[in-house]
């Protein structure tokens, strides 16, 4: 679905990824994760062309038989909703506030050339309903009227509006409730069920990696450290890194013991030595 061979992003005074190698395929959930300023969301942001313009990317960004680096500004904009879409952290950026969502959803649609103004509604009303909001309430809202979480909800209707194949998810949940965020990651997950749209989602909680992901990558400081099936780089994580991320996961209930993962018997058995002279 997609591949990345060699991706160099950089400014005038800093490599921020470096030679990086990633692929998606076709229906499956692909987790880029690490700590801030990891590399993984400027990674991400060179998918569509969405790079500030004091950073540049070379390499290869594979999508259809074409380098996504070497189209223009203009071949890249046909792309953006109608084959590659995202979900950004601020959703609320999503959304001009004094417009209702219903009127910013068809001009999405009327921008890649779907005229009929009944049909654009229709299609507009049925992405709500998939994303469970009452629709035709959202549908003549404006932003400032709905909640984080329905309007959250209503960037991934904009984002799956005309049927993309890939969804990129740039820590959806960062500004939600843990409530209404596992809902959300829920509702992305059926979503991809139902179509078969691949994701790629940036992401630092490797909690809910394990529930939703098929596979991770794990960036460390702009380079690709360890990828693998989820389950098993989490349950054997053979990258120091990753066991250090591993290990500054919370737990679930204060006085808790943190379970970790870890490589070898010597590793779990110096672990449970420490805990006895504590």
């Known amino acids: 679905m997609l591949t990345i061979e060699g991706l160099t992003i950089r400014t005038n005074v800093k490599t921020i990824v470096e030679q990086l190698k990633l ?38 960004i594979a999508w259809k038989d074409n380098n996504l680096l070497d189209l223009s500004a203009k071949q890249r904009r046909s792309l953006l909703g109608s084959e590659i879409s995202y979900i950004f952290q601020d959703y609320h950026g999503a959304f001009t506030p004094f417009l ?23 299609r507009c009303i049925e992405v709500l309903e998939r994303v ?26 904009a984002a799956l509006l005309l049927e993309p194949k890939l969804l990129i998810a740039d820590e959806p949940t960062t500004a939600l409730d843990t409530l209404t965020a596992h809902r959300v990651l829920q509702l992305i997950d059926q979503i991809r069920t139902e179509t078969g749209i691949s994701v790629l989602w940036i992401t630092h909680d490797l909690r809910h990696v394990r529930k939703y992901a098929d596979r991770i990558a794990v960036m460390h400081e702009g380079s ?20 250090r991320l591993l290990a500054a996961i919370p737990p679930l209930s204060p006085g808790a013991p943190v ?16 805990a006895l002279h504590e």
């Open 132 to 157: 469970q909001l009452p629709a035709e309430r959202v549908y003549r809202s404006y932003p400032f009227q709905l909640s984080g979480g329905q309007l959250q909800r209503a960037a991934i209707a």
């Open 23 to 60: 692929a998606v395929r076709p229906g499956e959930w692909c987790a880029l994760a690490g700590e801030s300023g990891s590399g993984k969301s400027m990674t991400a942001f060179a998918i569509g062309g969405l790079l500030p313009s004091s950073v540049t990317a070379e390499g290869i």
């Open 100 to 122: 209702r969502v219903g009127s910013q959803l068809d001009e999405l649609m009327r921008a890649h050339g779907k005229q009929d103004r009944k049909a654009r509604k229709q």
């Open 259 to 274: 379970r970790l993962p870890y490589n070898s018997t010597e590793e779990q058995n110096a672990l449970e030595r420490s």
């Open 224 to 243: 690709l450290v360890e990828t693998g099936e989820t389950q098993a780089v989490l349950n054997h994580p053979a990258h120091p890194y990753t066991r």
